[in-house]
T-cell receptor
Framework: DGGITQSPKYLFRKEGQNVTLSCEQN?????MYWYRQDPGQGLRLIYY???????QKGDIAEGYSVSREKKESFPLTVTSAQKNPTAFYLC?????????FGPGTRLTVL | KNQVEQSPQSLIILEGKNCTLQ??????????LRWYKQDTGRGPVSLTI???SENTKSNGRYTATLDADTKQSSLHITASQLSDSASYIC??????????????WGLGTSLAVNP
């Protein structure tokens, strides 16, 4: 998992509640990413950040928000506007062409 | 449309046997192709990254090949071990304007190595 931590590993929330997933890296990478993984689908990009205080929407940003106040941290908030939030969420950082992934957070909305 | 297709969807082999996983892509313009290994409930781990000019790349018992003309790649696993049981994902990077890249992810091949 190479210096990227995500917490918690499992998260349960009631429908309608916002929830924030943590992602921290000590690799000194500028770029960080959030992906969502669902059964039968490839990884889908939610948001990415190339540098502190800047981030861009990915392919499925609706219902999500992020911040990048520090180089090491890129938290993801799943809002109540996200229609289907139950999924496995993966954070990554990159150096050059290579991406390094965290262990993931499995979010279940009841 | 940029797409990455992997086959087979799943595979069961006996420990010690070899196997080959396939990846066909229609991504253009091509930047590079990556193979990842993902254990159940964990994040993907990079096995190899191949650029246009590379035909073969090895990482221990894993050997990836790339044919940029036919837009095909394969991942060969030699002398499989129980710990090779995982999903193997092919990812192709498309070159965009400026220095930007877009990753197109395959669905993966689920490999089970049985004793």
């Amino acid at each position: 998992d190479g210096g990227i931590t995500q917490s918690p590993k499992y998260l349960f929330r009631k429908e309608g509640q916002n929830v924030t997933l943590s992602c921290e890296q000590n690799l000194n990478h500028d770029a960080m990413y959030w992906y969502r993984q669902d059964p039968g689908q490839g990884l889908r990009l939610i948001y990415y950040s190339q540098i502190v205080n800047d981030f861009q929407k990915g392919d499925i940003a609706e219902g999500y928000s992020v911040s990048r106040e520090k180089k090491e941290s890129f938290p993801l908030t799943v809002t109540s506007a996200q229609k289907n939030p139950t999924a496995f969420y993966l954070c990554a950082s990159s150096r050059g062409n290579e991406q390094f992934f965290g262990p993931g957070t499995r979010l279940t909305v009841l | 449309k940029n797409q990455v297709e992997q086959s087979p969807q799943s595979l069961i082999i006996l420990e010690g046997k070899n196997c080959t996983l396939q990846c066909n892509y229609t991504v253009s313009p091509f930047s590079n192709l990556r193979w990842y290994k993902q254990d159940t409930g964990r994040g993907p781990v990079s096995l190899t990254i191949m650029t246009f000019s590379e035909n073969t790349k090895s990482n221990g018992r894993y050997t990836a090949t790339l044919d940029a003309d036919t837009k095909q790649s394969s991942l060969h696993i030699t002398a499989s071990q129980l710990s090779d049981s995982a999903s193997y994902i092919c990812v192709v990077s498309a070159r965009l304007a400026g220095n930007n890249r877009k990753l197109i992810w395959g669905l993966g091949t689920s490999l089970a190595v049985n004793p």
